[in-house]
Structure formats: C-alpha cells, structure tokens
C-alpha cells in the first residue's frame, strides 16, 4: 500500500513539474506563528476579526484535510503548533482550488496567506486567499496521522516519531530548556563554558572501555573520550578557577533503559570547594530545574512521587551495610567477600568494588527521593581526595534519584605524587583481570606537579536528568537518535 501511495505522490510530483508548477519552491516568508495568532486572537469575536485589515502568512506541514466539494478545511503544523485553514473556490480561483484538491498531500508543506475568521464550532481558521507549494512529501504520514507506535520505528525514524507523536517533540523541546537552565545557572555564578578535546591519547576520567579509533596522519591511535575530567582540570591549573561542559562522552559498554554508548554529560570544577559545597550547590541547580519546568518540588515518576523538598538525605555506605548487615562483614574481608558472593558480586578480591556495589545491590533501588551517598573506598575512587580523618575513605559523593546515579562528586586529589601511585595501583588491579580501570595518564600528573588549587568537581548525566523532568521510563526516550542493533 505504501508502495503504491509513494508512486501515486511521485506522478503527482512530474505533474507539478509539467505544469510549470515548483513542488520545492523556496523564498516563502511565513509571517506568524500559529501559536501566536490562537493566543493572540483566538478569544476575539468573528465581529471583531472582521474589523481586522491585517493579512497574515503561515507555513508548515499539512496535517490534515476535509474535502466538502467546493470548500475544504485543514490543518497545517508549524513549530509552534497547529492551525486551521480554509479554502473555498469562489474566494481562491477554480484552477488554485482544483490544483490544491488535486495535488496537496497529507505530509506536504505549503505556505498560506489570507485573514482570520471563526467557524461555527468557534475554532479560529485563516481564510486562504494565497498558496504555494513548499516540499512534496513522497511518502505518507504515519497510520493516516494516529501515530507512529511500534517502539522500534520511533527510534529509527525519529523524524516521523515528532511529527505523528506531540509529546515526543515537547520531551525534546524539554531537553533543550533543561540545559538551558543548567547554563544560566552556572554562568550567573561566574563559571566559564569550555570545549575539551573528544579524541584522547589516554582513556582517562572515569573507569570505563573506551571506543577506539586511529589518525592516519599522526599514525597514533587514539580513543573517544569516556570524560573530559582530567583536561577540565588542566584549566583549573592554569587559572580558569570556575570551569564546566556541556558534551558527548563515549563508552563501550551495554545498551539499556538507562546506558547509550554516546550520553551527554555536563562536568564543573571550582577551585577552593569541597564535595559538601557540591552537595549544597547540586542541590540547588537541581531544585531550580525542578521549580522552573515542574513549577513545584513534588512531581510524579512513574508511579511514585518524587519529593525534591530540600535539605536531601545524605548517607554513609559503609555505617548503611553495618547497619543492615552487621560490624563482622565489614571488619573482615573474608566475610565481606562471602557475602558479595553471595548477591553475584564480581569483585575482583578488591575491597572497595565489593562495599560499593554490595551498596548498590542493597540500597540503590530504595533511593527514591534525592539522596547523597558518601563514604566510597580509596581503592575504586583515584581521581578524589583522601578523607582525613578515615585514610581508607575519599571526600567523594554520587547522588541518587528514583535509585538511579544522577551525579558523580568529589574533592579532587591535587597531590601529584599520591596521585601517580593511584596510577599505578590502578595498573596492578587491570593486571589482576579488572578491566575498567583507570589508566595510567604522565601528563595529567606533570600538569599536577605545578600545582592546582583545592578544588570540588562533579559530573552530572544529562540524560538521566532528562528523563526524571519528563517522565520518561528509557533513556532511549530522551536522546534524539539512540543506538539500536542494525
């Protein structure tokens, strides 16, 4: 059937061309926005739109057509919304109506002109006086403009997921205010947006499999980049005291709900905080976000709601497991080991791997309402700063919502000869079988060696963050063109 609808619209296509007619037209110039004439005169009486002398011009998509003989009605979708237009062969010309009847398509653009008026039913129309084609469609809309469902073709053809599915297109219009936001409120405290490489020489940042890739020309090979981390911080050293960015980062691992191999991460570091000041500040980026696209601090998700009141829940991972599981686990690495064995925990014979994710089998689908989670291991944070008081412990924090990990903090480690070691100790454990280590990086600790001030630093998933402010159950919901099998 499509098959047949696509040559059915290309003959229509030759037909226009024949006729001298440019189904590709360009140079039309809408003069409005559908929103803005239903704001600003949908409430206006037919008497008082007849007094109007104004003309007004739209483009868009045509979404609809009621074909009534020698009337027809329609709607067209621009990016603001939709609106009603009219046509009638005694007000347009009997060629332009027989034309208009004869080749505009459900799909097509087309510009319009003509003045405002209200049908019975009381829905403001523009009575068309002028046409012109913009874009032939050659195939047609979606289930005749129901929707485009099938999961899988949505992601495929994002393109026909926004046109046929309103709320999709809001989720993304969303997006882009959240990021907004998260701009403006960074700029208005004097932190500076920066660009860092994607290709590194060094897969540092984080603790993932990067994607790897070579430049002919250098003859090097390189990896995209798993976080922008450890040049961010480079900045600092060299004096951009408040820094963050907004950017892809890339990671070869699972496709899930909640993991894309290509995320959106924003990363800020400032010199002389610590992780509590980050707590303070997250906290309040977030409420913002919460205030200016919920209008509230309480909000549904999924079937639960979602309580932003501040001040959030703060915890300790290891007080948490002793307090769920006993001091003799937690005292003795034999027990602690049995035990992470026993809830299908991989972890290496490395301390820190088995309290953590032992925490996350636990506790992490309970942290529903925002809470920050303190305490992590020396040995599975390198990049943070040692707690002073537990040398066993880092100034580090990750913040959960609805049990997933929004945001990832900590005091950095500006000691360039501790940090070295961490190097090397990440080097043995890869040694050992671990694969997401991190990698040994010279010249990230020489840029250490000339000294970078105190300094807090947080990266914060976008995506995730996306999906919290919409609703959305996947990730795959919130990103334009996720990564599907071929």
Known sequence: MENEQFEQRKAKLGELRDSGINPFANGFKP?????????KYGEFSEEKLKDLADEFSLAGRVMTIRDFGKSLFFHIADRSGKIQGYIKKDVIGENEHKAFKKFVDLGDFIG????????RTGELTLNVTEYEFLTKSLHPLPEKWHGLKDVEARYRQRYLDLVSNPEIKEIFLTRSKIIKLIRGFLDERDFVEVETPILHPIAGGAAARPFETHHNVLDMDLVLRIAPELYLKRLVIGGIERVYEIGRNFRNEGVSTQHNPEFTMMEFYQAYATYEDLMDFIE??????????KNTLKFEYGDVEIDMTRPWKRIDITQSLREELGDN??????ELFKKADSLGIDHKGIRGKAITEMFESIFEEKLINPTFVYGFPLDVSPLARQNEENPELTDRFELYIFGREIANAFSELND???????FENQVELKNKGEEEVHEMDQNYVTALEHGMPPTAGAGIGIDRLVMLFTNSPSIREVIFFPHLRP
């Open 31 to 39: 003069t409005h926005l559908a929103s803005d004439l239903i704001s």
């Open 112 to 119: 319009i002109k003509g003045n405002l008026f209200k049908t």
């Open 284 to 293: 309040e980026l977030i409420c913002h976000i919460s205030h200016e696209i």
């Open 329 to 334: 686990i937690l005292s003795d690495d034999k």
């Open 416 to 422: 360039p000869v501790d940090q070295k070691q961490r």
